[in-house]
């Protein structure tokens, strides 16, 4: 049998190196249009800001490497121009010229390439792309030459980890993002965090914004915003998107849905004998059921893993499994990891949810360098099914992002998270380990035993309740919102008679820093005949939410 493999990288190689474990005696051809078949493209950032000192550091195997350990004719340079299913061939250029290549299985790997917008003035030689080793090594190249100010267009997670790279290697660094904040994905109370951080790194941040034109100028470029401003650079990194490079194959016949290719649970594509993974396929989230590429090195790995598996022994392979999307980004001092569905995916799939802001400690509070994370959970409405979860922190967001991406993918609910049994040391956690706190408090909301209210509620709100601030003294003055009544939750039920008067037959709406005592505070009063709701996530979130304008200080 001989399969043809085009496109490397995660996918393609996935898919050939399990198809030569899985047959001795398969001929297996690899062709990648590029100068490097295997490499790591998620530590390029990481080359250009100096932490990856070599960029053979970057290469995970040759073309020589893959022969001699899997017997792999892996062809760099070679780029496949054309398909013709019913004769089983692909046409292909390289430097000896063009080629027909016959196939009995096909495998689509060709990835995703940078997006370009229609910006005026995009061809500049100061616009670079992060996509490749090349690329990598060519914007060292120009920081190495002094290059000083360098403006990157998109804040998503390639964009984010260059602006970083670039500020580690001194330069001045401005980001432009069309969407309202950095890291479009995340949600805004936690994106409020990372722009935070992105300042104090020196990075400053223009969302909401787009880049109508780059002006060349004789020793720089100018980049112009749709507000009128103008950013100068000497280098100017482009990390708006990717799209699918699916022309070749979409013109010879293989079904496409906005550019991505279509296949089924085995990675088929709609031509036989033709399959397809990675990038450049579309893919059925997990939670939500939309339909959507996804871009990542971990669902790519495991479905050219999958697709060999079905090519070689179809009746024992297992569907390529629906990703939830997880990921996870630094910034500065900072882990950024989501998981699942955020609000805007859950809205347009009609999903109804609540939201759940939390806000515990990495390890034990009584241990020596216990730091806050800030976690958002989303969970089904009614029976308390896990969608979604992001979190931000500086230690220990990793692994709680990464238990609750396994608890999306078993389909457990809010109350099952509080039975896991997870690994406990002052050291590492907590003995109610933010995981198992999570499925408390969404326990909670299930059964009523706790109602919340939140941030972006709150001007329409605060005139038709009595919004009551149960944290100390000290914390009031510091800020509070207008016409807040303060009685610290230890004193409530001794003043609960003041709640009543005040409230005037009102909703009560409880705050406090980060949601635990108003929910003791909230009990109470709820106990006490009061409708009652407490303020998820606290002043925290409310800050990340709203900002400070909105309070007030002293008593």
């Not at 994106?191 to 914004?209: D, K, N, S």
């Not at 103008?230 to 013109?251: N, Y």
């Not at 609540?354 to 409405?381: E, S």
Request: charged share 25%; proline share 5%; glycine share 12%.
């Amino acid at each position: 049998m001989r399969i043809v493999i085009v496109g490397g990288v995660a996918a393609g190689m996935s898919a050939a190196a399990r198809a030569r474990r899985l047959d001795e005696t398969a001929e297996i051809i690899v062709l990648e249009r590029g100068e490097h078949v295997s490499f790591a493209n998620c530590g390029l950032p990481y080359y250009v800001g100096g932490e990856i000192a070599q960029s053979d550091d970057l290469l995970l195997h040759t073309p020589e490497s893959l022969r001699a350990a899997l017997d792999l004719d892996v062809r760099v340079g070679h780029e496949v121009i054309g398909l013709d299913a019913g004769k089983r061939t692909v046409t292909v250029r390289s430097a000896a010229g063009e080629e027909r290549l016959g196939y009995d299985a096909l495998v689509l790997a060709p990835g995703a390439v940078a997006l370009r917008p229609s910006v005026a003035g995009l061809d500049s030689p100061r616009v670079r792309t992060l996509r490749t080793v090349a690329d990598a090594v060519s914007l060292r190249e120009t920081v190495d030459a002094g290059a000083r100010r360098a403006v990157v267009l998109g804040a998503g997670f390639i964009g984010v980890e260059a602006a970083e790279a670039l500020r580690l290697r001194g330069l001045e660094v401005e980001m432009v993002e069309f969407a309202p904040h950095a890291l479009p994905p995340l949600e805004a109370e936690l994106a409020a965090l990372v722009t935070a951080e992105l300042g104090r790194l020196g990075i400053v941040v223009h969302a909401g914004v787009a880049a109508e034109a780059i002006e060349h100028l004789e020793d720089r470029d100018a980049v112009r915003l749709s507000d009128g401003r103008r950013i100068d650079a000497e280098l100017i990194v482009l990390s708006v998107g990717v799209r699918p490079a699916t022309a070749v194959f979409e013109a010879a016949g293989v079904a496409c849905e906005r550019g991505a290719m279509i296949v089924d649970e085995h990675g088929r594509t709609n031509l036989p004998g033709v399959y397809a993974a990675g990038d450049a396929v579309v893919s059925i989230d997990r939670v939500t059921g939309l339909r959507r590429p996804v871009a990542l090195a971990g669902p790519a790995n495991r479905a050219g893993r999958q697709v060999a598996d079905h090519i070689l022994r179809p009746d024992a392979a297992r569907p390529i499994p629906a990703p939830v999307g997880t990921a996870i980004v630094r910034v500065g001092e900072l882990a950024v990891a989501m998981t699942g569905a955020n609000r805007a995916s859950l809205r347009q799939a009609g999903i109804d949810f609540d939201t759940l802001h939390l806000h515990p400690a990495q390890h034990a509070g009584y241990f020596p360098g216990a730091t806050p994370m800030a976690l958002v959970v989303h969970i089904r409405r009614g029976d308390g099914l896990l969608l979604g979860a992001q979190g931000v922190g500086r230690e220990g967001v990793d692994k709680r992002i990464d238990v609750l991406a396994t608890a999306i993918r078993a389909g457990l609910t809010a109350p099952e998270l509080v039975d896991l049994d997870l690994a406990y040391s002052p050291v590492y956690g907590s003995a109610k380990d933010p995981v198992n706190l999570v499925g408390m408090v969404g326990s909670n909301v299930i059964d009523g035993t706790l109602t919340l209210w939140y941030a972006e509620q709150w001007a329409a709100l605060r005139d038709d309740c009595l919004v009551l601030d149960v944290r100390s003294r000290g914390e009031y003055e510091e800020g509070h919102l207008p016409g807040a009544l303060l009685i610290p939750h230890t004193e409530l039920r001794e003043r609960i008679d003041e709640v009543v008067e005040a409230a005037a037959g009102r909703p009560v709406r409880a705050l406090c820093g980060s949601g635990v005592r108003s929910h003791i505070a909230n009990r109470v009063l709820l106990q006490a005949g009061l409708d009652s709701a407490s303020l998820s996530g606290g002043m925290l979130t409310l800050r990340a939410v709203l900002g400070d304008g909105v309070l007030v200080a002293g008593g």
